[in-house]
């Protein structure tokens, strides 16, 4: 029987967090500067590729059909890179610089135990990278649905499954990773919400911004008092 995902073994401890998540979420989007701020990290996200991965997949991947599904997955990565670049114009608002901290691809990878540099420098192999891309694929179709359908040409369980030594290599791998993933969005969701509150991109009323900022300073009390 596979074993639970840490994800799955901690949803009732984030229950709340995930209601505030949600309800943070949907005020930052009622105004300019909050879409701004998302749609520019969005963009961020699918343009993480600055250190080569997909170029050195391609010299890697040695299958004529699966070298085409890795450059559909690359193009369609910039492909809606430009989209969502055009959202963004459109919006109207500068972009709210935002820190590294908030950089999910990153912060996945180093969950991950340094996933990206492992491949790049020949210590990791196909398949690691590929799962690495499969699970925060996982993540952005649980999180935005209406995304799946364009995902799913460029399917990276193929290149993940042709790579792997065994099934249950392929198992174990996978679930490290969306265990590392999980960590990873766990944090990242409450830094999101930290910055944008620390920022007033809410644009609350008084008592509203003192409920929000008292939230905050508890989660970095907590925060301090676990490290």
């Given at each position: 029987m596979?074993?639970?995902?840490?994800?799955a073994?901690?949803?009732?401890?984030?229950?709340?967090?995930r209601?505030i998540?949600?309800?943070?979420?949907?005020r930052?989007?009622?105004?300019?500067?909050g879409?701004?701020l998302m749609?520019?990290?969005?963009?961020d996200?699918e343009?993480?590729?600055?250190?080569?991965?997909?170029?050195?997949?391609l010299?890697?991947?040695d299958d004529?059909?699966?070298?085409?599904l890795?450059r559909?997955h690359?193009?369609d990565?910039?492909?809606h890179?430009?989209?969502?670049?055009?959202?963004l114009?459109?919006?109207?608002?500068?972009?709210?610089p935002?820190?590294?901290?908030l950089?999910?691809v990153?912060?996945?990878?180093?969950?991950?135990?340094?996933?990206v540099a492992?491949f790049l420098?020949?210590?990791?192999?196909v398949?690691?990278?590929?799962?690495?891309?499969?699970?925060i694929e996982?993540r952005a179709?649980?999180e935005?649905?209406?995304?799946?359908?364009?995902?799913?040409?460029?399917?990276?369980?193929?290149?993940?499954r042709?790579?792997?030594?065994?099934?249950?290599t392929?198992?174990?791998?996978?679930?490290?990773l969306r265990?590392?993933e999980?960590?990873?969005f766990?944090?990242?969701?409450?830094?999101?919400?930290?910055?944008?509150i620390?920022?007033d991109?809410l644009?609350?009323s008084?008592?509203?911004?003192?409920?929000?900022r008292?939230l905050?300073?508890?989660s970095?009390?907590?925060?301090?008092?676990s490290?």
């Amino acid at each position: 029987m596979k074993s639970q995902s840490l994800e799955a073994r901690m949803t009732g401890a984030f229950d709340l967090r995930r209601f505030i998540s949600d309800f943070y979420l949907k005020r930052l989007l009622c105004n300019p500067r909050g879409r701004a701020l998302m749609l520019n990290l969005m963009v961020d996200g699918e343009e993480a590729d600055e250190q080569g991965v997909f170029d050195t997949l391609l010299n890697r991947v040695d299958d004529a059909e699966l070298c085409k599904l890795v450059r559909v997955h690359r193009d369609d990565e910039f492909r809606h890179a430009e989209l969502l670049r055009e959202r963004l114009a459109k919006v109207g608002v500068e972009p709210e610089p935002f820190p590294p901290a908030l950089r999910m691809v990153d912060r996945i990878d180093r969950h991950a135990g340094g996933q990206v540099a492992a491949f790049l420098t020949g210590r990791g192999g196909v398949m690691e990278a590929y799962l690495l891309l499969q699970v925060i694929e996982e993540r952005a179709t649980r999180e935005v649905p209406k995304i799946a359908d364009a995902m799913r040409p460029a399917d990276p369980e193929a290149i993940s499954r042709r790579y792997a030594p065994d099934p249950e290599t392929l198992e174990r791998s996978l679930s490290r990773l969306r265990d590392a993933e999980a960590r990873a969005f766990a944090e990242h969701s409450w830094e999101f919400l930290r910055f944008g509150i620390e920022r007033d991109l809410l644009e609350p009323s008084g008592l509203e911004r003192l409920l929000w900022r008292s939230l905050v300073a508890l989660s970095n009390l907590a925060h301090a008092r676990s490290a």
